[in-house]
């Protein structure tokens, strides 16, 4: 899709197409990301923090006005504004920005789906503390199928409400969402970091749907988006009770987003990231940092949601996300692989990108769902063709389970 804002700053140009895309399912207002967006100066994070935090903030005492149903729909696309207000301070973790303007989003969105049936807030038991999220029960009293939910490296549980699970509950589908480790509300609440061991996220989660009487327990499907098109696929690959996975993308290896802005081969920078000392490839990342706004904005979130010091620590980590020991093979449920032909993190249309890796290594039933340019929907995870996205992948749960 052409870059149609912040010339030279694909990052900024992509989290304003990701905050459009909820418009769809009301989560933002076009006109709104346009005005705001227009406020702000290219590659700056002050300025970025500022204008959405100022545009939630005035739709948030709007909404204080406002009948029932329209302080809904105002708090809903404020969640939204306040969630991309703190986006880009995780450099920083201390900064009082973050947990102000976090804390406005949930309590926003929370306060909007109190006026939305069928939808509540829960918390699953998880080793010491709990997993926070939402589940979405569809109408009627025979059990459903059910599709649990997780976001991504960045990703929240309240933005999931436009990215599937309003649309799988208007389908019939229960819905659960969740933030697992490394996810907003369990860093912001219990400082709890990504692991890749997904599928101890994971069965928790089903555990808890195992007390619903009105979930068919032979129809539960898993989705997830961005990292978690490498993290679902892997939970998938030791929990049994999942009778399908959806990778919105796929990756194989996490890794790759950020080696292939490196000038090495991916192997070599395996083997060096964990060194005590490194100074070669320091200076190297330094580079990428500041050649590219997307890596410069990825360390920085990077070591947030990895409890990690530094940019190599956090690359050190990052590169033990991946399906490559055999994990993916040892998927038996069936999998649903999607697909952007321009994405920024796992570009390209050839057989070599993340998401047909993935398909490549799985031995079980398995779909590829690409999305093009043509459609809107050729960015990572399609956020300009959130409709298109949801329809497609229910129409496969619905012929899948």
Same mark, same amino acid.
């Given at each position: 899709?052409? %870059?149609?804002?912040?010339?030279?700053?694909?990052?900024?140009?992509?989290?304003?197409?990701?905050?459009?895309?909820?418009?769809?399912?009301?989560?933002?207002?076009?006109? /709104?990301?346009? @005005?705001?967006?227009?406020?702000?100066?290219?590659?700056?994070?002050?300025?970025? !923090?500022?204008?959405?935090?100022?545009?939630?903030?005035?739709? @948030?005492?709007?909404?204080?006005?406002?009948?029932?149903? $329209?302080?809904?729909?105002?708090?809903?696309?404020? $969640?939204?504004?306040?969630?991309?207000?703190?986006?880009?301070?995780?450099?920083?973790?201390?900064?009082?920005?973050?947990?102000?303007? +976090?804390?406005?989003?949930? /309590?926003?969105?929370? &306060?909007?789906?109190?006026?939305?049936?069928?939808?509540? #807030?829960?918390?699953?038991?998880?080793?010491?503390?709990?997993?926070?999220?939402?589940?979405?029960?569809?109408?009627?009293?025979?059990?459903?199928?059910?599709?649990?939910?997780?976001?991504?490296?960045?990703? #929240?549980?309240?933005?999931?409400?436009?990215?599937?699970?309003?649309?799988?509950?208007?389908?019939?589908?229960?819905?659960?969402?969740? =933030?697992?480790?490394?996810?907003?509300?369990?860093? !912001?609440?219990? %400082?709890?970091?990504?692991?890749?061991?997904?599928?101890?996220?994971?069965?928790?989660?089903?555990?808890?749907?195992?007390?619903?009487?009105?979930?068919?327990?032979?129809?539960?499907?898993?989705?997830?988006?961005?990292?978690?098109?490498?993290?679902?696929?892997?939970?998938? #690959?030791?929990?049994?009770?999942?009778?399908?996975?959806?990778?919105?993308?796929?990756?194989?290896?996490?890794?790759?987003?950020?080696?292939?802005?490196?000038?090495?081969?991916?192997?070599?920078?395996?083997?060096?990231?964990?060194?005590?000392?490194?100074?070669?490839?320091? %200076?190297?990342? @330094?580079?990428?940092?500041?050649?590219?706004?997307?890596?410069?904005?990825? +360390?920085?979130?990077?070591?947030?949601?990895?409890?990690?010091?530094? =940019?190599? /620590?956090?690359?050190?980590?990052?590169? %033990?996300?991946?399906?490559?020991?055999?994990?993916?093979?040892?998927? &038996?449920?069936?999998?649903?692989?999607?697909?952007?032909?321009?994405?920024?993190?796992?570009?390209? =249309? $050839?057989? =070599?990108?993340?998401?047909?890796?993935?398909?490549? !290594?799985?031995?079980?039933?398995?779909?590829?769902?690409?999305?093009?340019?043509?459609?809107? @929907?050729? #960015?990572?995870?399609?956020?300009?063709?959130?409709?298109?996205?949801?329809?497609?992948?229910?129409?496969?749960?619905?012929?899948?389970?």
């Amino acid at each position: 899709m052409k %870059q149609l804002m912040f010339e030279g700053d694909t990052q900024f140009w992509f989290e304003t197409l990701r905050n459009l895309g909820f418009a769809s399912y009301g989560g933002s207002d076009v006109g /709104e990301i346009i @005005a705001t967006a227009s406020r702000i100066t290219t590659g700056d994070y002050d300025s970025w !923090h500022d204008a959405w935090l100022a545009t939630a903030e005035r739709l @948030a005492a709007e909404a204080a006005t406002m009948h029932p149903i $329209s302080a809904r729909d105002t708090l809903l696309r404020a $969640s939204t504004y306040y969630r991309a207000a703190e986006f880009f301070l995780h450099g920083n973790p201390d900064d009082p920005r973050i947990t102000y303007a +976090y804390d406005r989003s949930v /309590e926003c969105f929370r &306060t909007a789906i109190a006026h939305v049936p069928g939808i509540s #807030a829960i918390e699953i038991p998880y080793e010491n503390t709990v997993l926070r999220g939402y589940f979405y029960r569809a109408p009627g009293a025979a059990p459903k199928p059910t599709l649990v939910m997780h976001n991504g490296f960045d990703g #929240a549980a309240e933005e999931l409400h436009f990215f599937g699970a309003s649309g799988g509950q208007e389908r019939g589908y229960h819905v659960l969402t969740f =933030d697992g480790p490394g996810q907003p509300s369990a860093i !912001h609440r219990d %400082q709890l970091t990504f692991r890749p061991d997904w599928e101890n996220v994971v069965s928790p989660v089903l555990d808890f749907l195992a007390d619903d009487p009105g979930v068919d327990p032979a129809r539960i499907a898993l989705l997830g988006v961005s990292l978690g098109g490498c993290l679902a696929p892997r939970a998938a #690959a030791y929990e049994p009770r999942l009778a399908a996975v959806v990778a919105v993308d796929g990756v194989y290896d996490t890794g790759t987003a950020l080696t292939a802005h490196l000038p090495l081969e991916h192997e070599e920078v395996v083997q060096r990231a964990g060194a005590e000392h490194d100074e070669e490839l320091d %200076q190297m990342i @330094a580079t990428a940092r500041a050649n590219s706004p997307v890596m410069r904005w990825a +360390y920085d979130h990077g070591r947030y949601v990895t409890g990690t010091a530094t =940019d190599r /620590e956090f690359l050190a980590a990052y590169l %033990q996300y991946h399906l490559k020991d055999g994990t993916a093979e040892k998927i &038996t449920c069936p999998v649903l692989v999607c697909e952007a032909v321009d994405d920024i993190f796992y570009a390209g =249309d $050839s057989t =070599d990108t993340e998401p047909r890796k993935l398909y490549a !290594h799985l031995t079980g039933p398995r779909t590829l769902l690409t999305f093009t340019e043509e459609e809107g @929907a050729d #960015a990572h995870c399609h956020p300009g063709a959130l409709r298109l996205t949801v329809a497609r992948i229910f129409d496969w749960l619905d012929e899948t389970i």
